[in-house]
């Protein structure tokens, strides 16, 4: 607590040096000094936790791909975000960019807007299960015992609303474009999902689309495909939400994409 | 200054709470609580701070677009991390990401692989001129006599380095792969651009192509026009590298892009 505190103070001192210093900038070139990443064996306490901050950023901003896992020693700094409140305020915030996106667009009445949202860390979080202790939001690799327990988890139904979504939910609907839920779920829990959303608030939607066993590639292939086949059908995809980028990029992602922040997994899968 | 502690400690205790629970969480439906956002007028001091951290996010994720301004109760909290060391570890963690993929690359010998840079806020700095008072970090609006003073600012070819993407640069050099200098700014500006990037170590480069202002493109429309003849000349986009989604997103954007963080303006002009 002590080296957090004196790296924050050392911040604050750091930039009001430099903000207020009262000079137009431009006669001082040398004035910011690149402070170079040191080795974090060498670097005291504090920098394991900025370097957590910056992992969680170039994994939101889909600069690092692929990864497998929450790095062990960003454990408690991702307990803390997605336990916290700013993990909250960071998903109301995308929401609220949504629902003013939404309330700009003139919807015809014809019924072929809709919204796609995934379900996982979206609609839905789960938190329950990856603040497991032997998941550890992230830090521990989801083995073939933990995936069936998340499975279990799944059929449940009792998976708890995300609840920024479950607001641009109700936003979208009242706006005249049908729901669409899109995920990389196995179809076998197709009754569970459906039972789950409308048990949380999602009432209605337009379709529920789980992925096949049968299906064999990624995620973001088959979302991609899924999009393709809607708007052939004649749906405008006015909008798409998801925590994972396999989500939202690919062919027809739709008019406006939305991330959500999700630092515990990546959805490469 | 204590509200902040206040609010890290209640952040610490939160997360310790939750994270040391020790029980199956999945157990306790209900263990995680959607904390909804109130509005500021209600919700202390602290929040202020919050949202700012959330704004950040919308911005860097793309989830905010078409901005103008750095909101006004965020100017502070914009300068202290873009002259602190967080933007810095923040660079340097997008790099390393970098130069991890770069290292992975097998280039053919026949000199036709390439990196596109951005120049603004990528291989170079502004921070001297956005730390000016009057600027204050992308709080002020530029006017038509702040945009004036910034073109002078570029004219002195003394803007700095920003030391992350040099060290790419030597990289993708080191692999065998020619530098690209893509940038929004006037062809009137090419002297003292090309002085400005040998001065701090950029070397050479394989062309360093800036806007003419005949182009009444967007920079994005503009960016994808010359990247498409770039291909069509030959060339294969090994790495794409800005700090504006409007750098890599578009056409040929390269087989791998890289968002560098700006959280002073947004470049959709």
């Known amino acids: 607590m002590a080296v957090a505190l004196a790296a924050c103070l050392c911040l604050l001192v750091l930039g009001a040096t430099t903000s207020q210093a009262g000079h137009p900038a431009h006669q ?12 974090e064996a060498s670097s005291g306490e504090s920098v394991p936790v900025y370097n957590c901050l910056s992992w969680r950023l170039t994994v939101e901003t889909n600069n690092k791909r692929n990864w497998s896992n929450v790095p062990a020693r960003c454990g408690f700094y991702v307990a803390d975000y997605m336990t916290g ?5 960071d998903c109301e915030a995308v929401v ?24 996982d860390d979206t609609a839905l979080s789960n938190l329950p299960f990856f603040s497991r202790p032997d998941v550890f939001f992230g830090v521990k690799t989801l083995n073939a015992e933990l995936e069936a327990e ?7 139904a009792e998976v708890p609303v995300l609840a920024a979504t479950l607001r641009l939910y109700q936003a979208i ?23 789950n959303l409308k048990a ?22 088959f979302k991609s495909q899924v999009r393709n086949r809607l708007v052939v059908q004649g749906y405008r995809i006015e909008g798409n939400i998801g925590d994972q980028w396999a989500d939202i990029v690919g062919s ?11 630092p515990m997994y990546y959805g490469y899968y």
């Open 28 to 39: 001082h070139p040398k004035l910011i000094n690149p402070i170079r990443m040191m080795p």
């Open 85 to 89: 409140r700013q993990y909250r305020y």
């Open 96 to 119: 609220d960019i949504a629902i003013k996106y939404v309330k700009s667009l003139s919807i015809p009445t014809d019924g072929r807007s809709i919204w796609i949202f995934d379900i």
């Open 150 to 156: 998340f499975y279990e988890f799944v059929l449940t």
């Open 173 to 195: 609907v009242e706006a005249g474009i049908k729901a669409v839920f899109l995920t990389g779920s196995s179809e076998r829990s197709a009754d569970a999902r459906a039972k």
């Open 200 to 221: 949380v608030g999602y009432d209605t939607w337009e379709e529920l689309i789980l992925k096949p066993d049968s299906v064999n590639t990624t995620v973001q292939v």
């Open 252 to 262: 027809n992602v739709g008019r406006r994409t939305f991330k959500l922040p999700n």
